[in-house]
């Protein structure tokens, strides 16, 4: 199938500290895979992609995480910042154009 | 910084309306998309457009649903009649063909929000 989902909902996390946001996925065709940011009334903000020949991808503060033999892709953000609360999505591509999200996952940054 | 911008921000119409949200892609885009968002849960794909057709809809995309892209600026989603169901956040989002190799890369708008009576 095309499903991707999340482990957990929430994820609460002090300024300063790493977070990390797990995502699984079902269809071990799939290739590619995408994270996606949504703060509060805006639209998804693309953060990071990574194809399935490679198994870590790093951005500014970000790093994606890919294991194909378990099917889990996450997303680490170092020294989370205020800034970084929002909604995060995993997606994948099933189609011609077409992504897939997951269901999200709230991240609260603690002062 | 190019943005794709969306109109109304937020629409409330009766039940059996025709509704259009307009969408100004980010111009030098060619790939349009259509997704949706039921308040509180995930992002769906509705439809993705390119070279003035359809190139791929879900099972969600059925006849009361077209899209259109009239001036070649614009690009509108038009819900012939509404139901209680359609009633969700429609974002349109645009995508680069010179970033080809980064299929994933979509730039979406702060959305519509469609409320259904």
């Known amino acids: 199938g095309e499903s991707v989902g999340l482990h957990l909902p929430t994820l609460s996390v002090q300024e300063g500290d790493n977070s990390i946001i797990n995502c699984a996925y079902s269809n071990s065709a799939s290739d590619y895979f995408i994270w996606y940011k949504q703060e509060s009334g805006k639209g998804p903000q693309f953060i990071i992609d990574?194809?399935?020949?490679?198994d870590k991808r790093q951005g500014q503060r970000v790093t994606v995480l890919l294991n194909k033999t378990v099917k889990h892709l996450s997303l680490q953000i170092a020294a989370t910042q205020p800034g970084d609360s929002a909604v995060y999505f995993c997606a994948e591509k099933a189609g011609a154009q077409k992504l897939v999200f997951g269901q999200g996952t709230r991240l609260t940054i603690n002062p | 910084e190019p943005e794709v911008t969306q109109t109304p921000s937020h629409q409330v119409t009766q039940m059996g309306q025709e509704v259009i949200l307009r969408c100004v892609p980010i111009?030098?885009?060619?790939?349009f998309y259509w997704y949706r968002q039921i308040l509180g849960q995930k992002v769906e794909f509705l439809v993705s457009f390119y070279n003035n057709e359809i190139s791929e809809k879900s099972e969600i995309f059925d006849d009361q649903f077209s899209v259109e892209r009239p001036d070649g600026s614009n690009f509108t989603l038009k819900i012939r009649s509404t139901k209680l169901e359609d009633s969700a956040m429609y974002f349109c989002?645009?995508?680069?063909?010179?970033?080809?190799?980064?299929?994933?890369?979509?730039?979406f708008g702060e959305g519509s929000r469609l409320t259904v009576l």
């Open positions: 111009s030098n885009h060619l790939y």
């Open positions: 990574i194809r399935s020949n490679m």
């Open positions: 989002a645009s995508r680069s063909r010179e970033r080809n190799y980064r299929p994933g890369e979509l730039f």
